[in-house]
């Protein structure tokens, strides 16, 4: 049996128009901004126009740590909003927005996979709606304001030597990653160090996602701190008088994207910042719209549940007031053979112990999980080569740990096969079990709050910091600082900071190299590892291939 | 008598749905990719199903050489189209848009003005349909696959200090005019010094302006020269395979924007090369979809008629093969008077001996216009202040160099005060008289184009250029690039390469400084003086005070 690939079932989709769409949620058209027949910004006086309606419940999706199998997080969220509908209820779907640049390198992604995927994919993949556009220009701008601030003759005081914020560009471009600046004279300004990211790297990014409103925007982009002083005072982006062009760049880009999935239901899309260096999730904005407007909103968070469900919770819920009402747990049978000690090319075979062995990482997720107060369930994304034995394996694993494991077959049926994982996740969300709670408190010291994800989510024994490290932490704290969130920069592939220990490994230490401040998101980044802020491309990267056919459509992109 | 500004005119606009604009040139609104309620592109099925119509006369609206009084060039475009609709002819403008970058600068420019404008004012100086945006996408992932390809082992065996293709971002940022890249260590590439140009310099941008369609655009990419080798042999975009994935970047981009006058009537604005290093015009997509679809074309060229007309006419009619029907040069009582040696504080007053040796700047520019074989109207664009003493001595003097001059109040009345222009143009555009014929053949030697501008259009005595210039050009030729037009970049504020050499200056020399290959767009650029491709911000940049008001409008870009 031969499976059509995720471009020929999204070119095949029946689109509505987004006007259709954006009905089945109550939205007029003309509170729909178009951007062609298939996609749309919901306007801003809209989103004002529906603050006093009541919440839906908000179901977050999140996944074992990740192996080269694939675990179809993605496909979860879109497969679980369509099974939602299909039973009768009034769902929608909030996910991120693809970069632009990594697309060039490795093909792109889809949103979602098999018969559970978010359309149009090529523009998502693409421009979309401009907003990443729109946050490249934002940053852009305040680049220049800066380093033309100093040319002008530096009233501010700068330290050059001590200008924190870079440049970014949407592009694999390594030979950015470190420049010599204002060359060329006096007319070009004043030579120094500095380099690009990439724009998903941007705080402005991180705080387009967290903004509740355009006010909020405003107070946040005037909060980056944009460098230093020689005596280490702050310069804030309010000093440089940025923020309000800012946020008039920023503005369309505020508005959630709504498109719709294969089967028509609504789909919001909307911002994207890193999961390493940033919290890794959809737009506040999209989400508590959304829930204004659906009784049920399925949403995702970056990379596993050690990483992005916890910045979910302690980040995102903690700033926006959101509380997850079900918690769905993506895993497959594949990932837990891998877990299990399985190479990728073995993945064919039946291998209940491998199964079982592997389910140590899916356990710890678990708990981990209901430690936040929230009721967990696990999906197990559906693969058409696993056995009924191994999926057995998993569901007696999951009760054994006092949860429940449904097999949903969104891939390859759409709604049809995650009617039974719907039906369950409503069930839980309408009981009102959920009692949650972000695992610190915010008058907790920095370097406990740090102490506490390692040791409560990763099982870690020990964190460990240089004094330059925890004095920094110390200075923040003195600076007003210490109520800030820390948003946790390591390897996605494991608990441990090692990303080949996989499973469930204890004993372990997390190294903290750096600590840096987002003054306007409003966190702490505390980097374990290397962390890549500017991705290069391959030997071969995909642009090589990409092009139109005759039929005008795009190849090579996926 | 106290007059609105253009922003306020601009906001008091009753515009249609854009659905509706389009009906009035036939388009269906499926054929409309809507961008919002007021901005659409044009699709490309469209485009297509379109080509076998007759076409409708083209009018070209050029300007004397700009003073600081102003001459409303666009304006002028503006009212004519809407005076041609009034007078129940199908017309359609096509202009150039903005670019984002400058306006963070000095305030942003209005299409148009007064009561002759094209709306939505905001967004088309912000990020509009997008456009600029992709035209940076597709020049850095030229940028980035460039520098990949030197990193992964350069098998094309590039010169690493003769890659000649720049970076772009569409900010003013003075600090990225030179710069040291690819520094940092092994993974970051080999050092290099490079720059960034503003995203409207780019070639790209030109290639855009001047590609017929996909395909043509694909090749012209492919044909970019962006390095060379040590024995100084070219290497090309199409060496580095990334013209296909440029082009599905730019696919949205090339499909034409339709917006509308504030008095509903169908203006194109797309595309927008610099005027000095490019050729200046709105795109030949847009202008060549107009006149399938309307039966009047308004048009404007960049700059001066010596710069801006005479490249309309020598690079883009001859390679779109347009022809206009008319040319309406546009002039001002003041900007006569400016030309005659009165300064801007003193135009209040009448001065008619002023108007009249001022008028010698205006006088050339007819003869010029005149000797590509197409009939002149002047228009005269009315200022309250103009004296009816002033007025007549503009008209006189026209008449005595055998052509016409209209004064045309579009400005204070719209298409009331442009209805006797429109007549006049549409008369002369029917009458079938435009013998139009560029004014040097594509195998005249390159140098000797460069001489044929300077002596019939500049009224120069001779053009200078070091043994190293015309060397360079020979090699050109030898390459076969000899049958390209020649696109001059110099001042716009004389006839002559010194911007204080207001009216008819005589016995100069043209000095050539440096000439570069745009080998995609498809001309020689000839650099006559300081050409700066990377503007600068100023002091107290316009950013400082641009913001939302209370009422979510876009403050202090206007």
Redesign the interface.
Same mark, same amino acid.
């Given at each position: 049996m031969s499976y059509k690939t995720d471009i020929e079932i999204a070119r095949e989709a029946n689109k509505l128009p987004i006007q259709e769409i954006g009905a089945k949620l109550g939205i007029d058209s003309?509170d729909l /901004?178009?951007? @062609?027949?298939d996609k749309a910004k919901v306007s801003?006086e809209y989103i004002n126009s529906v603050q006093g309606n009541e919440n839906g419940k908000l179901i977050l999706v999140t996944a074992i740590n990740p192996t080269p199998a694939g675990e179809g997080k993605t496909t979860t969220t879109v497969g679980l909003g369509d099974g939602l509908n299909r039973i009768g209820k009034k769902a929608a779907v909030c996910i991120r927005e693809a970069s632009?640049g990594p697309n060039?390198g490795m093909k792109g992604g889809a949103a979602g996979g098999g018969y559970a995927q978010v359309v149009p994919m090529e523009e998502m993949n /693409?421009?979309f709606t401009?907003d990443f556009?729109?946050i490249?220009?934002a940053h852009?701008?305040l680049? *220049?304001?800066i380093?033309?601030h100093i040319?002008? @003759?530096n009233e501010l005081e700068i330290d050059v030597r001590r200008v924190a914020w870079r440049?970014v560009? %949407?592009?694999? %471009?390594?030979?950015?990653?470190?420049?010599?600046?204002?060359?060329?004279g006096v007319?070009?300004?004043f030579p120094r160090?500095t380099?690009f990211d990439i724009t998903v790297a941007s705080e402005v990014m991180a705080i387009l996602c967290l903004a509740t409103n355009?006010s909020d925007l405003?107070k946040r982009l005037g909060d980056i701190i944009v460098a230093y002083r020689r005596d280490r005072s702050p310069v804030f982006c309010r000093d440089i008088?940025?923020d309000? *062009?800012m946020?008039?760049?920023l503005?369309?880009a505020m508005q959630p994207n709504l498109v719709q999935t294969l089967e028509n239901n609504p789909a919001f899309v909307h911002g994207g910042p890193f999961a390493n260096i940033a919290h890794g999730c959809n737009s506040v904005i999209a989400t508590t719209t959304a829930l204004k407007i659906a009784d049920y909103v399925v949403t995702e968070a970056g990379f596993g549940a050690d990483l992005g469900a916890e910045k979910f919770m302690n980040i995102k819920c903690r700033k926006a007031g959101l509380a997850p009402d079900c918690v769905v747990l993506v895993a497959t049978v594949r990932a837990m053979k891998m877990n299990g000690g399985v190479a990728k090319a073995d993945l064919g075979a039946e291998n209940v112990d491998a199964v079982n062995e592997g389910c140590a990482n899916l356990g710890r997720h678990i708990g981990n999980l209901k430690s936040f107060g929230v009721p967990v369930v696990v999906a197990i994304n559906h693969f058409v080569t696993d056995t009924d034995a191994e999926v057995q394996a998993v569901k007696d694993y999951v009760a054994s740990q006092g949860s429940e494991a449904i097999l949903s077959q969104h891939w390859e049926h759409g709604s049809k096969g995650s009617e039974a994982l719907a039906t369950r996740v409503a069930e839980i969300a309408d009981s009102g079990i959920s009692q949650f709670a972000p695992i610190y408190e915010d008058d907790m010291p920095l370097f406990e709050k740090v102490e506490t994800i390692a040791k409560r989510i990763y099982h870690a024994d020990e964190v460990i910091a240089d004094k330059k490290i925890r004095d920094q932490l110390k200075i923040w704290e003195e600076q007003g600082y210490g109520n800030l969130p820390v948003c946790m920069a390591k390897t996605q592939y494991s608990f441990s900071t090692d990303p080949t220990q996989r499973g469930a490994p204890v004993g372990h230490s997390v190294p903290v190299r750096e600590v840096r401040l987002s003054a306007g998101a409003g966190f702490i980044v505390v980097v374990c590892g290397d962390i890549m802020t500017m991705p @290069?491309?391959p030997?071969n990267?995909?642009?090589?291939?990409?092009?139109?056919n005759d039929d005008?459509q795009?190849e090579?992109?996926f």
């Open positions: 003309k /901004l178009p951007y @062609g027949h801003q632009l060039f /693409l421009h401009g556009h729109a490249t220009s852009s701008l680049s *220049a304001m380093d033309n040319y002008w @003759g440049r560009v %949407d592009m694999n %471009d390594r030979a950015l990653r470190q420049i010599t600046a204002s060359l060329g007319s070009n300004g160090e380099g355009l405003q008088q940025a309000g *062009a946020t008039v760049l503005k369309d @290069g491309l030997r990267p995909a642009a090589k291939t990409i092009q139109l005008g795009i090579g992109l």
